[in-house]
């Protein structure tokens, strides 16, 4: 949430910036800015509410070169800029950053929260400050400007400002009075330095939220932790902790290559995305599910790290599985799944409630962190909670270079690629089939079920990039069921067994980019009230798969439509001639074994969200109020 770039070098600063901040656009879009200093050392500042596509609009032909401002003029140059979610503050210009000083003397951009922000602004105030926006963020730049007047080093100044904060923050800070100095400060939040050369081999540095706005120009990154401070010049970068300790500096290159971020022809992010999914599992389980008579190689890193991780698991008696949101989901799928074939306690916990009470965790627990981003700030605090607590963590993300990434014991990448909608399908999908494999190699190394069994799922698995593959050439019917009930004010989802969590995921689809309500439920949970919300305007969506509950979702089905409501079946099994008249709609979708369901039955209600959505005319990618990274609490 928030993203905030930095850039000391000879280019031109602003539409190096821009470029920048075009790769944090899915960390918000509330508002968009710049600042730098102009070649008369004047602080030039630049916002505009909603998305950067505004900020891009007012500024001036000068400033506006297109790609990535590659133009070096011999002279230093020096800037900031930010992408907004709004937590303090409504989503105006007022509020937009980067916020100035009273004497605008002093430029600020700031992700993360500062807790006491409230405190020092009336103690600024009753100072002779006067505040402009409703921000938290502006009390730390006001904050700097005052304890500027009395001291000269601005390296000083910014460690007794940090000292003050509380909450959280990456920041990247310019002043006219030192035009030559970029600061950076990271507590609590992601903060990146991108350590490169021009063209015409002058350094250049650029700070950012994430590696993906900086690898266009440099795969050398620092990357800042907690409590560490920047003082980046032409010299090059000096790194100090809160104390003014000088800390050496690591710099680590990257592989990645460059980050093309492009539809390829879709409409939406989120489509393209939705179609990568037979891709994603395939890659999810390349190296790793060789053939059905190999065993399962989980980290896929090096065979040390392996063999590591495989004396932990032989050890460990539960499993406590922690996330948000859609990664909430994926690890419910994981519970069902494990539990199902290790017969080993598995739990799965919402990040933001398990942080704050004391938990029940020790050195026999295995806890996964489950993180796209590997960012999300209450999940990276579940994990620092439970490596406290003497439990070994391996967090599943879809960012190798995340903190969540480098904090934790083990890492499996689940190798999704990028994901640009914040509405998240890919991820979901990869982050399953991990778990899968994870399920199965500890079943393995337990011999907690039968070889046959294991064999014969491990042989589903191998087929199921295919059949989703028939899933997304059958969407005809889901395009239509968008139209019909696309003017739903609320939709129910519901489902059993291991497909529970895929109805929960297919409402938090639907009412993420929609915005109509809907929830997921259990289909036994139905009668115990949801059932009272029932009329004939409601759609069920209603999972229905072989297997044991198969018939118990008929029954729940039945129930529903004796209240009038409108049925919908997205079944992998033919249903009953004589039961067909309970829907109104039946897609049908290939059929597997009833634990990897959820791959399959997830697609048409990531497709029926999207096309809804569509239908409704909603910004499918960039839906109002969220974040695809959500760094704050
Ligand atoms: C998913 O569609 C959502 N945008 C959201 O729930 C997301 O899954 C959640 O914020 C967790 O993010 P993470 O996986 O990056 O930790």
Redesign the pocket.
């Known amino acids: 949430m928030c993203g905030i770039v930095g850039y000391l070098g000879h280019k031109s600063p602003v539409p190096l910036i821009v470029d920048s901040l075009r790769h944090l656009e899915y960390r918000g879009y509330d508002s968009a800015g710049v600042a730098y200093l102009d070649n008369e050392n004047l602080l030039q500042v630049y916002k505009a509410s909603g998305k950067l596509m505004n900020l891009e609009n007012i500024l001036p032909a000068s400033l506006q070169i297109r790609g990535n401002g590659n133009v070096s003029n011999g002279a230093q140059h020096i800037g900031i800029g930010h992408i907004r979610w709004a937590t303090h503050g409504a989503a105006n210009d007022v509020n937009a950053h980067p916020h100035t000083g009273s004497r605008n003397e002093i430029a600020l951009v700031h992700n993360g929260i500062i807790e006491n922000f409230y405190e020092l602004r009336q103690e600024l105030q009753c100072k002779g400050h006067t505040f402009l926006s409703e921000t938290d963020t502006e009390s730390v730049v006001q904050l700097l400007e005052h304890l500027s007047q009395d001291e000269p080093d601005f390296c000083k100044v910014v460690l007794k400002a940090l000292d003050k904060l509380q909450g959280a923050y990456a920041l990247n800070v310019i002043s006219k009075k030192h035009p030559n100095k970029l600061y950076a400060a990271r507590n609590q939040a992601p903060l990146v330095i991108g350590v490169g050369q021009d063209a015409n081999g002058h350094p250049e540095y650029i700070v950012a939220s994430d590696a993906v706005a900086i690898v266009q120009h440099t795969n050398r990154l620092i990357y800042l932790k907690d409590g560490e401070i920047a003082e980046i010049s032409e010299q090059g970068v000096r790194i100090m902790n809160l104390k003014g300790d000088l800390v050496e500096p690591v710099i680590e290159t990257i592989s990645t290559d460059p980050l093309t971020i492009d539809k390829k022809g879709y409409k939406h992010f989120m489509l393209k995305e939705i179609y990568e999914q037979p891709d994603v599992v395939r890659n999810s389980l390349s190296g790793r599910l060789q053939s059905v008579h190999q065993p399962i190689w989980l980290l896929g890193n090096t065979p040390q790290a392996e063999e590591t991780f495989n004396r932990e698991l032989q050890d460990i008696g539960r499993i406590v599985i922690i996330?948000?949101?859609?990664?909430y989901n994926a690890g419910m799928v994981g519970k069902y799944f494990i539990e199902e074939l290790v017969q080993i306690p598995v739990e799965v916990e919402a990040a933001g409630e398990f942080r704050y009470r004391n938990p029940f965790i020790n050195n026999k627990d295995l806890v996964i962190t489950?993180?796209?981003?590997?960012?999300?700030a209450d999940?990276l605090a579940a994990l620092r909670l439970s490596r406290q607590k003497g439990a070994k963590v391996l967090t599943l993300t879809n960012r190798e270079d995340s903190t969540m990434a480098r904090e934790a014991d083990f890492v499996m990448p689940v190798r999704a690629g990028v994901e640009v909608s914040?509405?998240?399908t890919k991820?979901f999908t990869a982050q399953v089939t991990a778990l899968y494999l994870l399920g199965l190699a500890l079943a393995e190394k337990r011999k907690a079920s039968h070889p046959e069994q294991l064999e014969a799922l491990k042989s589903d698995l191998l087929k199921i990039p295919a059949r989703i593959e028939t899933v997304l050439h059958n969407t005809e019917p889901l395009q239509a069921m968008a139209r019909k009930y696309g003017h739903a004010r609320d939709v129910l989802f519901i489902a059993r067994g291991v497909n529970f969590p895929v109805a929960m995921e297919g409402a938090?689809?639907l009412k993420?980019i929609s915005y109509i309500h809907a929830e997921g439920y259990s289909g036994s949970e139905l009668k115990h009230g949801p059932i009272a919300m029932l009329d004939s305007n409601i759609p069920v969506i209603s999972v229905l798969t072989k297997g044991p509950v198969f018939e118990k979702m008929i029954s729940n089905c039945q129930e529903a439509k004796a209240r009038e409501a409108r049925c919908i079946a997205i079944s992998n099994t033919p249903i009953p001639k004589e039961l067909q008249t309970t829907f109104e709609d039946i897609l049908e979708i290939p059929e597997c074994m009833e634990p990897l369901s959820p791959l399959l039955t997830t697609i048409p209600l990531q497709l029926l969200a999207y096309y809804m959505a569509e239908f409704l005319g909603k910004d499918v990618d960039q839906p109002r109020n969220?974040a695809?990274?959500?760094t704050v609490e």
């Not at 996330?323 to 990664?327: A, Q």
């Not at 489950?370 to 999300?376: D, K, N």
Request: a neutral charge; aromatic letters at 0%.
């Open positions: 996330g948000c949101g859609t990664s489950m993180s796209q981003s590997g960012e999300t999940t914040v509405a998240a991820s938090l689809k993420e969220l695809k990274s959500v």
